[in-house]
């Protein structure tokens, strides 16, 4: 975890229990292109020390800004009040259809399984999903966080280098 800041975060994305190192470290190099800060929520489906997980980061992780917290509960308690968006195909509006601002929480599921029901209906006014074709099951989560971050961005009108 990292102890002194790097940067104030302009954003902060969550991957919800992630399973696969290699995206959880090109989500990291995302984060640090647009000024995030990543959280990560436990359990992890690898080791924060994994060659995957600091491989596909490269010598971007040095310059993260991140934090793992315990559960869903611990996430919460270190960012009071915030009211995150949620990333599901579940969803029936767009994440381009949201009004996103400085601070926002994004919040992604792992891999397999996404978002569980019970996240989902607690914040059921804050779901969001990226529209694409029927035949695509789903997008690589790391593609996922890319697309919203950088319409987030767009949104609040961070040009260049944030």
């Known amino acids: ?22 995206n959880t470290g090109s989500v990291g ?3 640090v ?3 995030a800060k990543l959280w990560l929520v436990r359990p992890l489906g690898f080791r924060l020390d994994d060659y995957y997980l600091r491989r596909a980061g490269l010598d971007y992780w040095d310059h993260l800004e991140w934090e793992a ?7 919460l308690e270190r960012l009071p009040g915030a009211q995150p968006w949620l990333l599901t195909k ?3 509006a767009s994440y381009l259809d949201a009004q996103f601002t400085r601070g926002n929480v994004l919040v992604f599921g792992n891999e397999s399984q996404g978002l569980p029901d019970s996240l989902l209906e607690t914040h ?11 035949v695509a099951r ?23 280098q944030a």
């Not at 917290?69 to 996430?75: I, P, Y």
């Open 1 to 22: 975890m990292s102890t002194t800041p790097k940067y104030d975060p302009l954003l902060h994305v969550v991957l919800y229990q992630p399973e696969i190192p290699h």
């Open 29 to 31: 190099r995302t984060c």
């Open 33 to 35: 292109a647009v000024g």
């Open 69 to 75: 917290v315990a559960d869903w509960a611990a996430l």
């Open 90 to 92: 579940k969803a029936t």
């Open 124 to 134: 059921a006014k804050r779901l969001l999903r990226i529209p694409i074709r029927p």
């Open 138 to 160: 789903s997008l690589n989560l790391s593609n996922a966080v890319g697309i919203v971050a950088f319409e987030a961005l767009r949104q609040f009108g961070v040009q260049g």
